[in-house]
């Protein structure tokens, strides 16, 4: 790591912990990964459990497509099909493109900002095994579908309540078994994960930014992710509230979402979008963010109205708090509050089309680059473009009345997700994949890769708006022949192994450039941002010298200046990459890497296995278990001194 | 050449507002969203109940139900709790003056404090059980004991913080110059006041 000398102070936590940590620091394999709180190493480490998560979410998606191929087939039963939507949602949503968001928070957001890492680096390991933890919980409902004779016995697998999981339906009444309780706790811990990044990168961002970095000297993408991170804050306590509620009813009895002792679904399904739209912005902000850094340098033009979209971010962000209802439209709130949540959605569209707009201007009169990140950045602005236009006829009351739970609602949302966020994530890892593995991404298989999902999205998602027109309903695992469904759904499974192909293109991609003895160098895009003024994959403190930040796109302006004609031309002396970065580093004081992290979040999950299987008194002392791990782990955390 | 930045590195912060601080603030601006909802539910099923016991006297067709609210106890615990506000304060400005005895005596008060108000919730939880009011009883015992539970855990958590920095400054490991430990034990433990002062105003107070 770099000589990064470490001051020793009298032991305080005991010899044997300090040999750990002293391992961690030096040590290259397993451990070094388990104790690492270096921003960069946990961004990759969300990158890749997110692929992963990807690849089963995607194969679920498979199946439900093949399934639903032909008429009348029968691959999985109607129970089986539940379970795979219901994993399908939640893996995506939840584990794969917040996770994938988070990955870039923390690789990209301490770089450019010109900051060591974040505030919290402890904390940011926390939420990182906090979330795989999370996601692994959730996950293991799968095989508790179980052998005769073993704890499981009786129980019936994954949750089959929809992402949405509206009480009373995910009440024991109708979903006996396990499997809404594991989707209810993996919620409930990966919202802890979330939160304490949410924490994290707000600090970080408000508090450790380098000198003369004011608010609006700041990238986009930084801005995005503190506009993100402040929605996840507000957002996930409102989400916990209501999975707690469904537990209670769930374990101990309680009546919350019980009709018969009084209570009302409408709760769970208010408390659900008051989270659920807020979480939307969650998934789309950090893309738009990405796509912003994206376009600037690709057309070798400063951001159009760098303010116009802040403020579209930011009014977006406070906007989303306002629009919940219009998932309930067809619940019978009432003419007057459905019309008010179809303005108030008309409304938010306002900000989003602005940010279109400044994309396209940006472009305009630029000498564009086609590489592999500005065609994803592109394909985002396509997509994300009709993604929208299909919201805004959902906010339309009467509209909707007709779309509702169709297959034009799945085509819409697909159209935002995929068209809009996983494009824009994935042309954020080809466009800083130079800067953390020192190599670029093979443009060939890029292009390829780039191609294949465009249209492999198209035939898959089109289709769906078609077949939502004719009336085909969601959450159904069949339909019947006759009713002109069978063409488009052909179309859309084809379009999702063209998908899958496209995806399996890119991980190939990853491997062979990996592979690749060509050096990108510090900064291969020309970029504008301070990641690109230090060399690539950045050393582990990152900056060796703190850089002073005089305007926007720091980097650039260091880089060019305008000659007497207004010209663009390179900088003289001193400009040039790397060159602030000649320091060996050895006189930087770093935070020492740390287990208890890990431990600390490790408890979490057993505690939560205790209470699912809180009837079973092999499983019951888990809860204590649980309970003691995470204390102790939070104990030696708050003694545990953070640097040494 | 900066420091780098690390959680506790008070020092050099853009707002200048420490780290942790700022973290404290966000998690209880956070926290603030997680009540409203656990409050916001308790009223939109108050009197909701379809069957008793009721929290106040009720008449239902000519039938008298006694309410299971001791507003005179409970008021009792929230003055407790209140004192125990007031008990933490005075422990932060011993620190800052490094008075650490009185930080000792301050920080051991309100931890007793609040272990009063625990007991007081044990006492009242118990009650109501004997009277036939659970979790799984009507709505009331179901948003009741929920929302009162998840606070009386969040005092429980404070308590936990108290205790351990109580035995840290015995230790003498507690100075003016590290006291932000105690601030933002302090900060935590105002809110949760706070927040039981909503509640006792909201789910008891008002009828």
Aim: charged share 10%.
């Amino acid at each position: 790591m770099a000589g990064v000398m470490i001051e020793r102070p009298a032991p305080t936590v005991g010899e044997a912990l300090r040999r750990m940590r002293q391992q961690g620091e030096t040590y290259q394999g397993v451990w070094s990964w388990l104790t690492t709180i270096d921003h960069k190493r946990i961004g990759l480490m969300y990158g890749a459990t997110a692929m992963f998560f990807f690849l089963v979410g995607g194969i679920e998606a498979l199946i439900i497509r093949l399934q639903l191929a032909r008429p009348g087939l029968t691959l999985v039963d109607p129970d089986q099909y539940n379970r795979l939507f219901t994993m399908h949602g939640t893996t995506m949503i939840f584990l794969v493109v917040m996770p994938l968001s988070a990955a870039f928070f923390n690789l990209v957001i301490p770089l450019m900002i010109g900051a060591r890492d974040v505030a919290f680096p402890r904390l940011n390991a926390f939420s990182y095994w906090t979330f795989l933890f999370g996601g692994m919980l959730m996950s293991a409902s799968f095989f508790t579908g179980n052998p005769a004779g073993s704890f499981f016995e009786g129980h019936l697998g994954a949750p089959d309540g929809g992402w949405f999981g509206y009480a009373p339906l995910t009440l024991n009444q109708f979903s006996p078994g396990t499997g809404i309780d594991f989707w209810a706790f993996g919620l409930l811990i990966l919202g802890v994960a979330s939160m304490a990044g949410g924490f994290n990168f707000i600090v970080t961002i408000v508090n450790m930014r380098a000198p003369g970095m004011t608010l609006f000297r700041m990238p986009v993408f930084v801005w995005m992710t503190l506009v993100t991170s402040f929605l996840i804050i507000f957002a996930m306590p409102i989400i916990t509230v209501a999975l707690f509620q469904l537990l209670f009813d769930r374990l101990f009895g309680a009546n919350f979402f019980n009709v018969g002792a009084g209570g009302t679904p409408l709760l769970w399904q208010h408390m659900f979008w008051l989270f659920g739209h807020p979480e939307v912005y969650i998934l789309i902000l950090p893309a738009m963010g990405i796509i912003s850094e994206i376009l600037p340098t690709f057309s070798r033009k400063p951001l159009f109205g760098y303010p116009f979209v802040v403020f579209s971010g930011i009014a977006i962000a406070f906007m989303s708090w306002g629009v919940w209802a219009h998932h309930m439209y067809t619940v019978g709130l009432g003419s007057a509050a459905n019309a008010a949540f179809g303005v108030s959605t008309l409304l938010i569209g306002v900000p989003t089309g602005i940010k279109i707009f400044n994309w396209l201007a940006t472009l305009w009169g630029g000498s564009i680059s086609f590489k592999t990140p500005l065609l994803f950045a592109l394909g985002f602005i396509a997509m994300f473009t009709i993604g929208g236009l299909t919201g805004v006829m959902h906010s339309m009351v009467p509209s909707d009345y007709q779309q509702q739970d169709t297959y034009f609602v799945v085509a819409h949302f697909h159209q935002v997700l995929i068209g809009g966020a996983l494009f824009g994530l994935f042309a954020g890892v080809y466009y800083w994949f130079p800067k953390f593995s020192g190599k670029f991404m093979n443009e060939k298989l890029g292009q390829l890769h780039f191609w294949a999902m465009f249209i492999g999205f198209n035939v898959t998602f089109q289709p769906m708006m078609i077949l939502g027109f004719l009336g085909m309903i969601r959450r159904t695992s069949t339909y019947e022949a006759g009713l002109g469904y069978g063409l488009w759904n052909m179309m859309s499974t084809a379009g999702a192994f063209l998908i899958a192909f496209s995806i399996a293109v890119f991980l190939i991609n990853v491997v062979v450039s990996m592979r690749s003895k060509e050096d990108a160098g510090a900064d291969p895009w020309d970029g504008r941002t301070l990641e690109w003024a230090i060399p690539s994959p950045p050393p582990v403190y990152n900056f060796a010298k703190i850089p002073q930040v005089t305007e926007l796109d720091a980097h650039w302006a260091k880089k060019y200046v305008q000659n007497e004609a207004g010209e663009l031309v390179p900088a003289m002396a001193g400009g040039a990459n790397g060159d602030d970065n000649d320091s060996s580093g050895h006189d930087i004081h770093l935070p020492s890497p740390s287990i208890i992290p890990l431990i600390a979040s490790a408890g979490l999950p057993l505690l939560a296995s205790g209470f699912i299987y809180w009837d079973n008194p092999w499983m019951l002392p888990l809860i204590p278990v649980g309970a003691v791990i995470t204390l102790v782990g939070v104990f030696a955390w708050a003694l545990e001194p953070a640097t040494e | 050449m900066q420091h780098a930045p690390t959680a506790d590195a008070a020092h050099v912060t853009n707002t200048g507002i420490d780290n942790r601080k700022l973290l404290m603030w966000l998690f209880l601006a956070s926290e603030c969203l997680f009540f409203g909802g656990m409050i916001g539910t308790y009223l939109l099923y108050r009197n909701s109940s379809v069957t008793p016991p009721y929290p106040t006297d009720r008449v239902i067709d000519g039938v008298a139900y006694s309410g299971l609210f001791d507003i005179p106890f409970t008021s009792v615990s929230a003055f407790v709790l209140l004192m125990s506000s007031v008990t933490m304060v005075l422990a932060l400005a011993a620190i800052q003056r490094n008075d650490r005895r009185g930080l000792q005596i301050w920080l051991a008060a309100t931890a007793l404090l609040g272990m009063t108000f625990l007991a007081g919730q044990a006492f009242e939880f118990t009650e109501f059980h004997k009277e036939g009011l659970s979790v799984n009883t009507n709505l009331f015992g179901t948003s009741f004991f929920v929302l009162t539970g998840f606070h009386g855990a969040h005092v429980s958590v404070g308590v936990l913080i108290l205790v351990a920095l109580w035995v840290m400054a015995r230790r003498g490991r507690i100075t003016s110059e590290n006291a932000l430990n105690v601030e933002l034990a302090g900060l935590y433990w105002h809110f949760v006041d706070v927040v039981w002062i909503v509640i006792f105003t909201l789910v008891y107070l008002l009828q």
